[in-house]
């Protein structure tokens, strides 16, 4: 009894969540509100907050978090709020951000929408855009080369949404929420719901939502699925925060991972993960070192020998 009473506290946590950010954001004080800093706050507070909740209730025992898991997802989470967010301003927000204005785009009919709407839009717009650059890494070769380090995680945990190639993580965080006039409250409380529900996605907890929930938004359940060894098992819930998606364009899979990893799951090191992309490319430089490493060696010598003069 005592242990299905704490199922069901856990299995309402992730909408309830939800509920607390966007309460805040709609409610919360002006000052706090209008600094870019509270998001910058907010968002890694959501995770610390889910860890917590692993130590509490935790799903699997084999994705419990030790040292070097931890050390590796500090490292990408740091990594993710500094090098890939500066790189997502500069060179994707701040170029369309300057496109919009020389062209004259405007959308006050965004503006106009009801908070709550402008929140369900920007959270449409982010997640559809990432659903198909998802798709495209699992179905691209050059693109998967990028995104395959995320799958050679062996466990998964609150922090592991953020680790992966740097390369993967940049393009994941293109968007084209800049072309849109949304209320900066709203963009931010998307963000922060989105950052609720992919952080739950990832996480090692025993909780399972209500299906009016998962209906909607990707649960752990279908992630881990995503995540799991096979992999033609992982060409599916593609949906980082929307596995609306994954059920409107054909892609949705029911069923649940324990089992996670590629590769007879060989956990890379963060070197490995940031090489990998350009494997084929070392593959090529070693085999060419090495065939002119090989029996045509002293031919070498004798071309690099000097002529003799008359």
């Known amino acids: 009894m005592q242990a299905s009473l704490k ?125 198909w650059m998802h798709r495209l890494m699992h179905n691209s070769t050059p693109f998967w080369l990028t995104h395959a380090p995320h799958h050679h995680i062996t466990q998964l945990n609150a922090a592991k949404g953020a680790v992966g190639n740097p390369i993967e993580l940049f393009l994941i965080s293109l968007s084209v929420l800049a072309l849109f006039d949304f209320d900066q409250t709203a963009l931010f409380a998307a963000i922060n719901t989105m950052g609720v529900i992919s952080v739950f996605a990832h996480a090692n907890v025993r909780a399972d939502p209500p299906i009016w929930y998962s209906f909607f938004f990707t649960t752990i359940r279908h992630h881990s699925l995503h995540h799991s060894t096979d992999y033609e098992s ?18 949705y899979r029911e069923g649940e991972g324990v089992l996670v990893g590629q590769d007879d799951r060989r956990r890379l090191s963060i070197w490995e993960q940031t090489l990998f992309p350009f494997q084929p490319l070392i593959g090529k430089f070693k085999s060419r070192q090495a065939v002119s490493a090989d029996g045509d060696e002293p031919a070498d010598g004798e071309r690099n020998e000097p002529r003799a003069t008359a």
């Open 7 to 131: 199922d069901k506290v856990f299995n309402h946590i992730p909408p309830a969540m939800i509920a607390v950010v966007l309460l805040f954001w709609a409610f919360g004080p002006a000052s706090l509100l209008k600094s870019s800093w509270t998001l910058a706050v907010t968002s890694p507070l959501i995770v610390v907050a889910v860890l917590a909740l692993e130590w509490v209730h935790e799903r699997h025992a084999g994705w419990r978090m030790n040292k070097q898991e931890f050390l590796t997802d500090l490292y990408y989470s740091v990594l993710s709020a500094t090098v890939i967010a500066w790189a997502s301003e500069k060179l994707a927000e701040a170029p369309l951000i300057a496109a919009k204005a020389s062209l004259g785009i405007s959308t006050p009919w965004v503006a106009q929408m009801p908070w709550l709407a402008q929140v369900a839009l920007a959270i449409f717009v982010l997640e559809f855009g990432q659903y």
């Open 234 to 251: 992982t060409r599916c819930n593609y949906g980082n925060s929307l596995i609306l998606l994954d059920r409107i364009f054909g892609t």
